[in-house]
């Protein structure tokens, strides 16, 4: 299965946009690259996903390199509610209803005033 | 909607006892999965679920049983705890296990093991 490697934390100021890489070197024409974060107690939350063309949403916007073996996920104005780790993670349309995810240790983003 | 739904919050169990955590979701979710992280480590799989009557084991499957007996419900059943099953566990879903589905976490069991 494809892996992807993130840094092991970040930090960021207040209002300031925040870009968290993920490397996915092996990752297959069929993996959607998916973001989750997990504020501290809680369980992981849906962030982003994207295959090919960059995506925005409410909460973020993912950014994937055109060959797709890295993407970024970028908060546009980073809050100390956005203090968490964050996940990249790469899911296979191939393998459909037999889908292992696999969740590394992530980013832990600290954000300060 | 509830969402994904866990109990208990938190558990003391002694060596050698059995329990079952609950998992239960309300959005007729097709897949369900369990998850145990610890500290310093990302999620690690232990089994998952693709429909009632189905399931398979995950990366981390050995000391945990389940079993799906009806869509909304995935129990994870501790036969004979041991204090390396010490961990938080979540519970996920999602609409199928599709590459564009979303997950959906509940919020966690927190389970000590002595």
């Known amino acids: 299965d494809a892996k992807t490697t993130q840094p092991n934390s970040m930090e960021s100021n207040e209002e300031e946009p925040v870009h968290l890489p993920c490397n996915h070197s092996t990752i297959s024409g069929t993996d959607y690259i998916h973001w989750y974060r997990q504020l501290p107690s809680q369980g992981p939350e849906y962030v982003i996903h994207g295959l090919t063309s960059n995506v925005n949403n409410r909460m973020a916007s993912l950014a994937i390199a055109e060959d797709r073996k890295s993407s970024t996920l970028i908060l546009h104005r980073a809050t100390l509610r956005d203090a968490a780790v964050y996940y990249c993670?790469?899911?296979?349309?191939?393998?459909?209803?037999?889908?292992?995810?696999?969740f590394g240790t992530g980013t832990q983003l600290k954000v300060e005033l | 909607n509830a969402g994904v739904t866990q109990t208990p919050k938190f558990q003391v169990l002694k060596t050698g006892q059995s329990m079952t955590l609950q998992c239960a979701q309300d959005m007729n979710h097709e897949y369900m999965s369990w998850y145990r992280q610890d500290p310093g480590m990302g999620l690690r799989l232990i089994h998952y679920s693709v429909g009632a009557g189905i399931t398979d084991q995950g990366e981390v499957p050995n000391g945990y049983n389940v079993s799906r007996s009806t869509t909304e419900d995935f129990p994870l059943r501790l036969l004979s705890a041991a204090p390396s099953q010490t961990s938080v566990y979540f519970c996920?879903?999602?609409?199928?296990?599709?590459?564009?589905?979303?997950?959906?976490f509940g919020s966690g069991t927190q389970l000590s093991v002595l």
């Open positions: 993670i790469l899911r296979d349309e191939l393998t459909g209803g037999g889908n292992k995810l696999t």
């Open positions: 996920a879903s999602s609409y199928d296990g599709g590459a564009r589905e979303k997950l959906f």
